[in-house]
């Protein structure tokens, strides 16, 4: 059986391991047919040589990760031990230039090479569709974009929307008045927003106009200058409420439409304005569209497999 031993130089093995070594048990699972031994500052592999290549591998972007971050999550982890190369790995979870900073001193970045491309595509155009599954990072990214835009004085007012599918004769049963029946639908939006403006700034922005946050039916009849506008939720909007919310655009603004194909809620036999959306303007000049996947993921880690496991049931299905 053959062997390797990796010294762990410039780390510390505590903290490199994990809490009751839970990163060494990742890369088990990782690489069940290798034996793997952490002990002081080694770590030790027995199996094939070919696995104890793509193990060493692997472990020397882990120690690189560490090393620069001084950390070393699970996350991480997973996005290293699924990439097909360092190059990929390199291309998909170093983080962006910082877009804006936010509450508490967070730094508000692009983590994934397709929440960058994102970022490099509103750099570029007007018109921008983020495509993608739940917890890639659309909307945040959009928001902090957004917000950088109005900070740097590039325009005058943020505007959010999304489409409330649910809302219409359904609203009705619930107390409050209209912007209560609403507010729940804004909610993503509202915690975006929270994480990048302090509490008082927001709520004077909110009371001003400067940030508006409101269901797409209120969109219609207006023209959206000077304004960094989000369409929120875009696959649950019909032929109509698309080509309205397009239409809307006025001079220098920009404009984001993010979605999920895969969560409609829309009556059946309803078209979804975003899908037809992206096939008729695909060769437009000047609208940029980024689809983000799996890898993109920014949330827990099982957000990650519920997506696969709802993809390997929609594909026999299908």
């Known amino acids: ?18 809490p009751g070594n839970e990163n060494i048990k990742l890369l088990k699972k990782h690489f069940p047919k290798l034996k793997i031994v ?19 591998r692997k472990l020397k972007m882990l120690t690189k990760h560490f090393v620069k971050h001084k950390k070393l999550d699970e996350n991480a982890i997973e ?14 979870a170093k983080s962006g230039e910082t877009i804006v900073h936010g509450v508490n001193g967070k730094l508000i970045k692009a983590q994934t090479a397709n929440q960058r491309k994102l970022v490099e595509l509103m750099r570029k155009n007007d018109m921008v569709f983020a495509i993608g599954p739940a917890g890639t990072g659309k909307t945040y990214t959009g928001v902090a ?10 325009v005058k007012r943020i505007i959010l929307t999304r489409p409330a ?11 409050g008045d209209l912007k209560e029946k609403l507010d729940p639908y804004m909610q993503p939006l509202y915690d975006a927003l929270r994480d990048m403006i302090a509490p008082e700034k927001l709520a004077q922005y909110i009371e001003n ?18 304004a960094f506008v989000i369409l929120d939720e ?3 909007t019909t032929h109509a409420q698309m080509k309205m919310f397009l239409t809307r655009m006025g001079k220098n603004a920009k404009f984001l439409l993010t979605g999920d194909p895969g969560q409609i809620d829309l009556p059946r036999r309803t078209v979804s304005g975003l899908k037809e959306a992206l096939l ?10 980024v689809f983000l996947d799996d890898k993109d993921v920014v949330r827990h880690k099982l957000v990650k497999a519920v997506i696969a496991a709802y993809r390997n049931i929609e594909n026999i299905e299908a």
Do not use: C, W
């Open 234 to 236: 875009g696959q649950n």
């Open 145 to 154: 974009l957004a917000v950088k835009a109005l900070k740097n004085k590039e």
């Open 38 to 56: 952490a002990r002081g500052n080694e770590i030790k592999a027995f199996g094939e040589e070919e696995l104890l290549d793509e193990f060493s």
């Open 165 to 175: 599918v649910e809302a219409g004769e359904n609203l009705g049963f619930l107390p």
């Open 209 to 226: 106009g400067t940030i508006q946050i409101a269901p797409l039916a209120f969109m219609r009849g207006r023209t959206l200058d000077n």
């Open 79 to 92: 996005r290293v031990l699924t990439s097909n190369s360092s190059q990929d790995y390199n291309t998909t």
């Open 280 to 289: 008729v303007l695909k060769d437009i000049d000047g609208i940029g569209m």
């Open 1 to 18: 059986m053959n062997e390797i031993i990796i010294q762990l130089e410039e780390i510390t093995p505590k903290e490199f391991f994990g």
